[in-house]
Every structure is written in C-alpha cells, then in structure tokens.
C-alpha cells in the first residue's frame, strides 16, 4: 500500500474544457488551500518570533506594511519574481514530460555565465542592442544544452535525470567559481567579480519605475508556454509521453526526442532566469550569484503543481516572502534568512495537507 | 612527500562531516526515501550541536545535541513522505529551508562566540606510525568514531534484522506487508537514523572543523552527501572511501596553494562531481539497477526510456 504512496502521479493531460460550476469549485479549494495553509504557518512562525523574544504583532505588521506598502518594496517584488517564474516553467515544462529537473540551480548559472561571456567576448564598444540579443542567445543555448547533458545520459546510459542535474549544479557553480577568481576575474586584489556589465547593455526598465523589464518577459514566455503546452502537438505529445511512455513508444512517437526536447527547452528557460538576473539586477558575475534561485523555484513549480498561471502566483509569493525577510530584518532586527521559516512552514502545510489528494513530484 | 601527507590527512579531516551525512543518505535510501534535506540535518546538527557545547562545554554532549536536531529535522521529512505521501524532493528541499531559517533566527546570537570543541587527540603508538599515523590517527574524536560508525552501519544494513527490514522496505516493500510489518515505521525509523548521523556530520563540522558557527556553514556538504550516496552505490564501505576522495580534492588546493603554486581551487572541487557523473554515464544502467527497487519508482515518473 504504502509502494503506491511513493509512485508519483505523471503529470494530467490537459483535460477537456468543462462546464463551468465545476470549474469554480478547485479556484475556491485552492484559495481555501493558500489562506488556511498561511495561517498555521503565520501562527506557529509567531510563536517562534515569541521565543525570541520579538512581538510577533508588531514585527509581522511591519514586515506586511513594509513589504506591501512601501512602492520600493513593491518593485523589489516583480524584481525578483522574474527569475523564479522562469526557474519554475524550467521545471514545469520537463515535468509534463514526466522529467524532474532538480537542475535549475546549476542551469540558472550557466545561463548567466554564457551571458557574461557573450558581453566579455563582444567588449564594451560594442552596441548595447547587439550584446543583449547576444547574451539572450547565448543563456538560452548554454542552459538547453547544460540540461542536455543530462537528457543524453539518461537516453544514452539510462543515468535518472534528478541524480544526472542536481550534481551538474555543483559543476556548473564550481565553473563561475573557476572563471570569476581567475580568467574572467576584474582585479586581481578587489572582490572576486567580473566587470561590470555596460549601461548600454542592462536590461532596460519600465519607465517610472525601477523594475527592469524581466518581468514583462516572464509573463510573456508564460503564456507562450502555457499555449505551446494547450495548444501544439509538441505539447500534447510530451504530455502523452509523461503520463504512458511505454504507450506513446507504440502509438509511434519519439520519445528520446520528446524527452531531450522537454529537458532541453526547460534548460533554456533557465537559462533565461539566469540571463535576466545578470542583465537585469547583479550586472557581475559574484561568488553567490542567484544562490538558492533554482531550488525556490523548483518549490515555486511545485506548489503551482507545474502550471504555468498559478506559477505566476506561487512565484510572487516566493518573491514577497523573500522581501518580506529584508523587511523583517530592518524592523525587528532578525537576520533576513528568518523568512525562511515562513516560506518553510507555508509548503508543510500544503506538502501535509494536500498531498494525499494529489501526489507530484 | 609532505603534500601527499596533507592532502590525505586533509581529505579524511574536511571528509568525515560529509561521510557521517553520506551514511545518514546511504540508511534512508535503502530504505526507498532519499532526503535532499540532509543539507538541513547537517545545518541543525551544527548549530544544535555549537550551542550545546557553548552552553555545557561538553563536546561530546554538543555531538549528541547536533545528531538530535538533525533527527528532529528528518523526522519531519519522514512524517511528510511516509504519511503524508509528499513528493520526497519538494519535501526535501522544503526542509532545507526550514533549516536554514531556524538556524539564522536561532544562531545569530552564537556568531562569533568562542567555543571549546573536540581538539586533536593523537592516538599513542598508532599515531607515530609515518604517514598512515599522521593521516588516520592525528585527528578528532568524532573522527575515530566514524571509523566504527561505517563498519557499524555495514554491519546494521547487511548483518541484522533490523537492516533486513530496511533493505525490504527499500527493494520490496509489499513483502514487509505480508510479514505483518509497518513499511511506514520502519521508512521513518531509517530516515530519523539518517537524520541523526547527519546531525553528527554537522556537529563535526562546527565544533571539531572549524570551530565556529556562521550562517549556512554547511555550504552545500549535504548536497555533495547526496550525491556521494550514488556514487558509492548505496555501500557504507564505499562511502568512507568517497567521502574522503570528496575531502581530499577539497584539500588538494589549499595544500598546493600553500606551497606557492598557482592553482584554481574550483577546478580541483569540480573532480569529484564529474567523476560520479563520468561513472554514472559509463556505468549507468548497472549502477541505476543496483539502486533500492523503490527508490527508482521515487526517481521514475515514467517507464524508463
């Protein structure tokens, strides 16, 4: 009994449309599901906040009024929200295929190293246009193929893609390491960093604000995806390879080319996620460059249980809980990493509550 | 000659934290549940065990404190997976962050504090021995004792009945059933031991390594547990000799270093993992097979390819 526990559900099939009071009762299930499960998490959150001797009231009133009202803080959200949407749909897509990418951390990197590349390679004369369409190419062919390594063991030698992408991130953080403390290095005596990425070449921002235009792209490529996913035979094909490879083999499809395609566009988004982290807000390349970036948004696509709308919300969640620790860090004086109890206990409670109904990986 | 004495003794000392959370990974494996937050047992085990011994100033009992929090830690994760049938990566990793919160929010006061952990304890006779002496018996106590712990936890998985129902629970779970057995005791009973060593691993670290506690001082060892368990093929044995592989291309640039050659630390730190995927690619479908039976329905979300 408890074998069938531990077997994952494949991925659903997008499902026909259906009639529409049936299609309200999942949105209240699931908003039921989100208030509920945040508020156990803030009541036991609070409790610890007590235990070190913080007012759990006023330190998680000011963290709301600082994160949410303050249009900086604001902003800081859509800033970060960007990457973690493209981190998510990096899992998301492999995931209708029935592949789990644990790989986002190490591709995430990757991507922003062959952005960084790119814009060393062309120089700073260079047009700022040319260097951004080059670092976009470049992220999003460095981070299919980084995840391509893995398709191909498991094609070729059978090695599981979640083993075969988790150690890859320790290779991929171990080349940004290589390449920012010597060949890529500004100053042999200042910080480890690469030079800094030319104005010309920084992601733009929507104008009144400070948001770079990384979340308009994320957006966008989520709904590109969702459509591919709905609408293209590519996308029901690898739904259908997700749910019964052995099936899909005999009713003629491709599978090893599904299942390199399926890892390998999902490497490219995250290597897009790395690209507009590196555009868009770090500029250089450092030593913890989108550290924990791939394992949030793997969570993120977890708790979206891998579609792409909802992966809109859970990513902005995940984005607000982490301003949320700055907040929390400035009024009450806690070390900012203490929102990662929150962000903890919220998933507990969904991983603990609704799992049974639905189990996904 | 002296380098090679450094980088040895160099690889079993930065090595053992890894191998104690490698053989916490290797028993909750073999029992069909991989644990991605043994990075976050290793955390709570450093900080449990730093406080402890700050507060008692008893090395030994900040040993038994860290293996405790990093059990607490599994238990959750044992609860999650077994009863509550979540996904074991999301879960994991969910565990992972927990870890690290609870630390940052109950260590920032610990920064910094001085702390009186285990210090060097050369074995006599043994440690005069040349090189063998220098590297194996000039160390720390939680090191000596993870000399017993491999050969104790060989012994436990593969010797006992205890380890027979771990095993089961790992390849055939359906036959604990038959025999009247709680497959989900016994996955959880695995998975807290599990905890509980890798708990030890980052006690090592804090109060036998470095001396010292900071925020996230594991640094991804617990991920490199993980990976180690697959490269050692799901043996205890092997684990020892991986773990110190591990800690020996981590020692391999400072001792360079040291004696003025130019070297690249992250190329040498890079070895070990390219060496686990070059034999995962070239042994793969033997490695994969030998893998616990219900650990590949955990990994396969689809009919192999």
Known sequence: MSATLLTPESPEV?????????????????????????????????????????????????????????????????????????????????????????????????????????????????????????????????????????????????????????????????????????????????????????????????????????????????????????????????????????????????????????????????????????????????????????????????????????????????????????????DSSLPAATINVLTALILMAVLGWTAKRKVSV | MSLIVDVLSGGVRGGTSIMYGALGETVSERAGVINLGTEGSMLMGALGGYIVCVETGSPWLGALAGALAGAALSLLHAYLVVWRGASQFASGLTLLFLALGLTSLFGATYVGKPVDGFSRWDVPLLSDIPVIGTVLFQQDPLVYLSFAVVPFIWWLLFKTRAGLLIRTAGERSESLTVHGYSVK????????????????????????????????????RGFIAVALVIFAVWSPIRVMGGAYLFGMALA????????????????????????????LALLGKKTVSSSPAELKKVFENAPPT
């Open chain 2, 252 to 279: 391999l640039g400072s001792a360079l270093q040291a004696r003025g050659y130019n070297v690249n630390q992250f190329a040498l730190d890079a070895i070990p993992f390219v060496l686990t995927l070059a034999v």
């Open chain 1, 14 to 330: 997008a499902e026909p449309e259906e009639a529409k009071p049936d299609r309200l009762r999942p949105i209240l299930a699931t908003v039921w599901r989100w208030t509920s499960a945040l508020g156990v998490a803030l009541i036991i959150f609070s409790i610890l906040l007590l235990t070190k001797g913080a007012n759990p009231f006023q330190a998680l009133g000011d963290m709301f009024k600082l994160t949410f009202t303050s249009s900086r803080s604001v902003q800081e959200i859509f800033i970060q929200m960007a990457p973690l949407v493209l981190g998510a749909l990096a899992v998301a897509v492999p995931a209708r295929a029935g592949l789990t990418n644990v790989g986002g951390e190490g591709q995430i990197i990757i991507g922003a190293v062959a952005a960084c590349g790119a814009f060393l390679f062309l120089g700073d004369s260079a047009p700022g246009g040319l260097i951004i369409v080059a670092m976009f190419a470049a992220s999003m062919i460095a981070g299919a193929l980084w995840a391509g390594i893995a398709a191909l063991m498991r094609l070729w030698a059978g090695v599981n893609e979640a083993i075969s992408t988790l150690l890859l991130n320790f290779v991929a953080l171990d080349i940004l390491l290589f390449l920012i403390y010597q060949p890529w290095r500004e100053s042999r005596t200042g910080q480890p960093t690469t030079r800094e990425l030319v104005d010309t070449a920084k992601l733009p921002v929507i104008s009144g604000t400070q948001v770079h235009i990384g979340i308009i792209i994320a957006v966008v490529v989520t709904v590109i995806v969702w459509a591919v996913m709905r609408y293209t035979r590519w996308g029901f094909k690898i739904a259908v390879a997700g749910g019964n490879a052995e099936a899909a083999r005999r009713s003629g499809l491709n599978v090893s080319m599904l299942v390199l395609s399926a890892l390998m566009i999902g490497g490219a988004l995250a290597g897009l996620a790395g690209m507009i982290h590196f555009a868009g807000v770090e500029y250089k390349l450092r030593p913890g460059f989108g550290y924990q970036l791939g394992y949030t948004s793997f969570l993120a696509c977890w708790l979206a249980r891998h579609q792409p709308f909802p992966i809109l919300v859970a990513a902005f969640v995940f984005a607000s809980l982490s301003v949320a620790g700055d907040s929390l860090q400035l």
């Open chain 2, 185 to 220: 005791a016994v996955r959880a009973g695995a998975v807290t031991a599990g905890g509980f060593l890798a708990g030890i691993g980052g006690a090592h670290l804090s109060i036998a390594y470095a001396n010292a506690w900071f925020e996230n001082m594991v640094s991804g």
